[in-house]
């Protein structure tokens, strides 16, 4: 019992703000947060400009806005910016050099990975598996080169998982074809708490985390494309297995105990606190989110096929709902709050859905004016905090208001 | 008496100044001691602060240990030198500039510590970096070479006839990135002289090659097939569907890409080895550069320089940098080449690209 309750206090997170954003779709990796308010009208309230390319969502912690963005003939620039929400000015900037491969597919970038935070230290993940630990102003708390500890983790397209904090554990997902990994790495000292052998397969998506209830343990979430493992995140021991396959690149959500993992369309499964494997709720290809990631709000999950068609069903039964075809492509993953979600194509056209509409609705629309000339494009996914929307591109961050 | 009187403040200036000295080289010591998974963080972050708080004369002690412990610990360094500077320049304080350009002349000093004290003068004074820039036109580091040879296209492309031409070759003897080679030849083909870009780059083109051995459910790559036992090129060996013999092939492809399917016909689930021998003038450091989306493995003188088993996610030049030291004369690689069984169409590709060349990509070429 005793061990049981360490365990529980050990992996509680460091209590965040409730405007904070602190990884790849916010909050529980929900891509939604209670408090946040989606404008159904946004105009553009300020942009700071990026030296370099990137897909890594912002991620934000008070006033602080982190990014990260990589420069250079190669990439082989990484950078850490730090601005104020208020106003876009920069509170401060870190560069690190790639210590891995930077190759990657010319589409993404080896700033792929969105940052993380437990609320006192910032992670920051990249491509080239570097990953450095700051601490909110700026000061350097440790380094990794984790392809200069294991020469063969890359991936020739790029990698691209987002690391999660879950305790005192950052989780590393750094799998890939030859020498496949996920790692829990010590928040505080950079150090390895366990090492996991995965799948050598490429693995895009991003870890979940999943509780039985508010009062238990976290369970962290891996998913490969041989399907779902339940991790506990201090030991890093195998507590369950679901073995009926997963994206690759598209990630799971969790609501109300139970995972939407993508797939075989989506499967709803409840895990087991006997470690046995996760009970199947339901299953639907109605919904079928191919690379981008579905998220849940009041009550349906919403997922992008392929063709931009925005497709919705009830999270308790599965039963497909109204389906919206919006302007596509889409790379980046919608969010939502207040019944609407914000979606936005490579283009930068910023979408916004009002999921209360009977069928759904267009609410509203903004053209990002991106760098003209270039071939920027957007394919990361918003990130929410009280009134604002932030987004990044391959030249900019930019705040959205009312 | 007066004498004494200024050389006694002196004295004590000086005495003060010590343990500055100390405490500085105490925390780069403990930076550059950090390794491999993590070790040293603990200590080195205390140590990253607390430098940091030194100052800019902390800055040529970062530079004096960087470039010898490692990549991982170079972005310690860098990392502290970049906040030193920051934080300077915020506060208007002057950064060491006429020390920091003293040590980016000074060729002896780490490669990747006379890149950073590059990117700081370029932090603190664009304008000295710009005076500086174009006399790095040759230097040893990669980089720094960059900026040098951007001046020089340009001004090239100002150019017509017979003198863009000769400004197009000055910039092709300097120039040692892909893209910037490319834009060179472009424009040189324009101008009607073909670039050998095999030869400036160094790739080898001559190979005996043997196929197919198996790789069924990607098995071969590693089972030692008789290449890897043994190079002897007029042997026959058990295949997967029967005997194999060694083949002379020379490679047509302007980047060197030797392509098995050629002399194999377009086969799935097999391993092909192709061999060379380099003749090198001189005993010498140097790096195998590879580009290849199949499973490989290569061998310098019958020890394994790296491996990788991953299949059709991307080919590019110098996609692998393997660091090796070659002999004197004649030099063996060898290349294992292993193919899948994927049937899409982006799955054909069966094929290496490999060059010799020095850290700045500079091409080493046989000395016969």
């Known amino acids: 019992m005793k061990r049981l309750l360490a365990f529980s206090l050990a992996a509680l997170p460091f209590p965040l703000a409730a405007a904070d954003w602190p990884q790849f779709r916010g909050p529980d990796s929900a891509g939604t947060v209670a408090d946040a308010t989606i404008p159904a009208k946004p105009k553009i309230d300020w942009t700071a400009p990026l030296p370099g390319r990137g897909l890594a969502s912002p991620i934000i912690i008070g006033k602080k806005v982190f990014v990260t963005c990589s420069s250079g003939p190669k990439q082989e620039r990484l950078h850490v910016f730090c601005f104020d929400s208020d106003d876009g000015k920069k509170f401060w900037e870190r560069q690190l050099k790639a210590t891995g491969r930077t190759m990657s597919h010319p589409k993404t970038s080896i700033a792929a990975c969105t940052p993380c935070s437990d609320g006192k230290r910032v992670f920051a993940l990249f491509s080239s598996n570097d990953l450095a630990a700051f601490d909110l102003d700026g000061n350097l708390l440790w380094l990794r080169g984790l392809t200069v500890d294991y020469p063969n983790v890359s991936n020739s397209l790029g990698m691209a998982s987002s690391p999660l904090v879950v305790g005192e554990t950052l989780v590393t997902v750094i799998e890939n074809d030859s020498e496949s990994y996920t790692v829990g790495i010590d928040v505080k000292t950079g150090r390895n708490l366990w090492k996991l052998e995965r799948p050598k397969a490429a693995n895009w998506s991003s870890p979940v985390t999943w509780r039985a209830d508010a009062k238990s343990a976290p369970v962290v979430v891996l998913q490969s494309s041989k399907g779902l493992t339940g991790v506990d995140p201090v030991t890093g021991s195998v507590l369950w297995n679901y073995n009926e396959g997963a994206s690759t690149s598209s990630s799971s959500v969790v609501a109300q105990g139970v995972i939407y993992a993508p797939s075989n369309g989506i499967t709803a499964l409840s895990p087991k606190a006997d470690g046995s494997a996760p009970e199947r709720v339901w299953r639907s290809n109605q919904v079928n989110p191919k690379t981008i990631s579905p998220v849940i709000l009041d009550g349906k999950i919403f997922a992008f096929n392929s063709a931009g068609v925005l497709a919705s069903a009830e999270i308790k039964s599965g039963d497909a709902k109204w389906k919206l075809r919006l302007t596509g492509p889409f790379s980046g993953s919608p969010v939502g709050a207040n019944g609407r979600l914000i979606c936005v194509n490579e283009k930068g056209l910023v979408q916004i859905v009002d999921v209360t509409a009977p069928e759904g609705a267009l609410a509203g629309q903004l053209q990002l004016p991106l760098k003209e000339g270039s071939k920027e494009m957007v394919l990361s996914t918003p990130a929410l905090s009280g009134k604002n929307v932030f987004i990044r591109t391959d030249s900019a961050l930019w705040r959205l208001g009312e | ?368």
């Open chain 2, 1 to 368: 008496m007066l004498s004494r009187l200024i050389v006694l403040p002196a004295t004590i200036a000086l005495a003060s100044l010590a343990p500055l000295r100390a405490a500085v080289e105490d925390s780069v010591k403990t930076l550059a001691a950090t390794g491999r998974e993590g070790s040293g963080n603990e200590a080195a972050s205390a140590a990253w602060k607390a430098v940091v708080g030194e100052g800019p004369h902390a800055l040529l002690a970062l530079l004096a240990a960087t470039g010898k412990s490692g990549p991982v610990t170079d972005n310690w360094l860098r990392l502290a030198a970049d906040a030193i500077a920051d934080a300077a320049l915020h506060a208007k304080q002057p950064l060491p500039l006429a020390e920091l350009e003293a040590f980016l002349k000074d060729t002896k000093n780490a490669d990747a510590a006379r890149q950073l004290a590059f990117d700081l003068i370029a932090k603190a004074d664009a304008a000295l970096a710009e005076k500086i820039e174009p006399g790095l036109v040759n230097d040893p580091v990669q980089e720094l070479r960059r900026g040098a040879v951007a001046r020089l296209i340009a001004a090239a492309k100002a150019r017509t006839g017979d003198d863009a031409k000769g400004a197009y070759l000055h910039a092709l003897d300097a120039v040692r990135d892909e893209d910037q080679t490319n834009e060179i030849a472009g424009a040189l083909k324009k101008l009607g002289m073909t670039v050998d870009l095999a030869k400036h780059f160094g790739f080898l083109m001559k190979w005996d090659v043997i196929a197919p051995f198996d790789n069924t459910n990607q098995k071969g790559f590693d089972t030692v097939f008789p290449p890897e036992r043994e190079v002897k090129t007029d042997a026959e060996y058990d295949g997967k569907a029967g005997k194999v013999k060694w083949k002379t092939v020379e490679s047509k492809d302007e980047r060197g890409k030797f392509d098995f399917n050629k002399p194999f016909g377009s086969l799935k689930g097999v391993t092909g080895y192709a061999v060379t021998t380099f003749d090198s003038a001189t005993e010498r450091e140097a790096e195998l550069r590879l580009g290849c989306k199949n499973g490989w493995k290569v061998w310098l003188n019958g020890e394994l320089l790296f491996s990788r088993d991953e299949y059709h996610r991307g080919s590019q030049m110098d996609q692998y940098k393997m660091k090796c030291h070659l002999k004197k004369g004649a030099n063996t690689i060898l290349v294992k080449c292993c193919q899948d069984e994927q049937t899409e169409q982006w799955t054909v590709e069966w094929e290496f690209q490999l060059r010799v060349c020095d850290s700045t990509g500079a091409a080493i070429l046989a000395a016969k």
